[in-house]
């Protein structure tokens, strides 16, 4: 896996989930994967983040953004 994550890769992530894990429920809860990504992007945003180093994430993040990234 590459050492730094974009906004713009993190954003093809969480569309990656959201596609298939969309939200359910009359409150269209987010599902565990792009609710743990839209956390991550939003402080991202916060700390005006272009990149981040992938070695700094906890594992479940890294996971997620390497199963994304392999579909592409």
């Known amino acids: 896996m590459r050492m730094e994550i974009?906004?713009?890769e993190l954003e093809q992530a969480i569309n990656y989930w959201r596609a298939r894990q969309p939200s359910q429920?009359?409150?269209r809860a987010?599902?565990?994967?792009?609710d743990a990504?839209?956390?991550l992007y939003a402080r991202m945003i916060f700390?005006?983040?272009a990149s981040i180093a992938v070695a700094a994430l906890d594992s479940t993040l890294q996971q997620l953004l390497q199963v994304a990234r392999e579909q592409k």
Not at 30 to 34: H, Y
């Open 25 to 27: 429920g009359v409150e």
């Open 30 to 34: 987010l599902s565990a994967p792009v």
């Open 37 to 39: 990504l839209a956390e």
């Open 47 to 49: 700390y005006r983040r």
């Open 6 to 8: 974009t906004l713009a």
